[in-house]
């Protein structure tokens, strides 16, 4: 499996265990135990923390170190936050990059707008691409010191569409990139998708647009991993936990106009001929288990793509990030490969 770069067409390949360096994991059944003693006291070495944007609403988390192979920017889903990429971002300081995260507005300890705070509000999808731009140049040109050319950014679900329209909106800002389970289109199952279109034309023409979006719930309490995105079961408890002890991280759903932007901006970026602008090296990550982030649109996308590489996980659902180790292992180690630029 050749993965560096390649022209044309991207095929789309199986990941299968094996293929890179495996890196050495914290073990499942001592999993919290393991984040709290070894993990986030290794983190709190290089950890800095602040608020940027416009009004400095917006919070971020940076660990920075040197020398270093690069710094990679995290871009986290939806109904997530900073906190839940502590795993990842370890792994990437023992493998001896930088990393950079914030809280996208509407999450974690970031200004919310829209008529409730655990509702996800946005006016428009540009916003997020903007506040992506600000953290580039007000945080990570000021405070990162990178090697040149060594500038990668690390998007997830709707994390993952922000970071493909700041990849078509500035050529060359990135030198390789990861979409992981890009969310280009919203897969709410047996209800398609012109239809949820429909309805959300209509419930904002009846002013009824910051109401909570069909299917989404309040934030519970209880936990229930068969609904997690992930398949661990320690990792899905260990973040469970964290949200009910901190009411900021209990965010839970998205109104009518966020469905209509993610909406919008799925549909641009996957028709748009701005894809073929991209100059970064894109890694496309699919789960076959997905049942959150559309799979035809993501094919969409890649059909487009001129430089990059796609990979599919078959047996992992929509947060790859936090499946079983014997597949997390290959996953991340195809992440680092590839950030690396030594996947082969």
């Known amino acids: 499996m050749d993965l560096i ?35 986030e006291p290794y983190l709190n070495r290089f950890k800095k923390t602040g608020m940027f944007g416009m009004r400095n609403e917006l919070y971020y988390e940076i660990f920075p170190q040197h020398p270093n192979k690069g710094t990679v920017v995290i871009c986290h889903g939806l109904m997530e936050s900073s906190q ?30 829209g008529q409730s705070p655990d509702i996800v509000h946005i006016d428009s999808f540009d916003e997020y691409t903007d506040d992506l731009h600000s953290f580039i140049t007000q ?12 500038l990668f950014i690390f998007g997830h679900s709707f994390g993952g569409a922000v970071a493909a329209k700041y990849l078509e909106d500035y050529p060359g800002s990135f030198f390789r990139a990861i979409l992981n389970c890009p969310m280009f289109e919203i897969d709410f199952g047996s209800f398609p998708s012109p239809a949820l279109m429909a309805l959300e034309t209509l419930m904002i023409t009846l002013r009824q647009g910051n109401r909570r979006c069909i299917g989404q719930r309040p934030f519970d309490r209880r936990p229930n991993p068969a609904r997690s995105g992930g398949r661990s079961e320690s990792r899905y408890f260990y973040y469970h936990d964290i949200r009910v002890r901190n009411k900021e991280y209990q965010t839970s759903g998205f109104d009518y106009y966020w469905a209509r932007e993610i909406t919008k901006a799925g549909i641009n970026i996957c028709r748009s001929i701005q894809v073929q602008k ?23 996308f890649i059909s487009k793509l001129k430089y990059g590489a796609a990979v599919l996980i078959p047996e992992s659902r929509h947060e790859t990030y936090t499946d079983h180790n014997n597949v997390l292992a290959s996953y991340l180690s195809l992440v680092m490969s590839w950030l690396e630029g030594s996947a082969q």
Do not use: C, W
Not at 24 to 29: A, F, N, R, T, Y
Not at 139 to 150: F, L, Q, S, Y
Not at 278 to 300: F, T
């Open 278 to 300: 991209i100059r970064s090296d894109v890694l496309v990550i699919m789960a076959g288990q997905d049942n959150i982030a559309g799979r035809q649109a993501q094919e969409a």
């Open 139 to 150: 945080i990570i040109d000021d405070e990162m010191v990178t090697p040149a050319d060594r």
């Open 5 to 39: 770069g390649r022209s044309g067409r991207v095929e789309i390949d199986i990941l299968r265990p094996g293929n890179y360096p495996l890196p050495q994991l914290l073990d499942e059944e001592n999993f919290a135990s393991q984040m709290e003693e070894e993990a």
């Open 84 to 113: 839940k990429y502590h795993e990842l971002i370890y792994y990437l300081l023992k493998a001896g990059f930088q990393a950079a995260v914030y809280d996208q507005r509407g999450h974690g300890r970031s200004a919310r707008s």
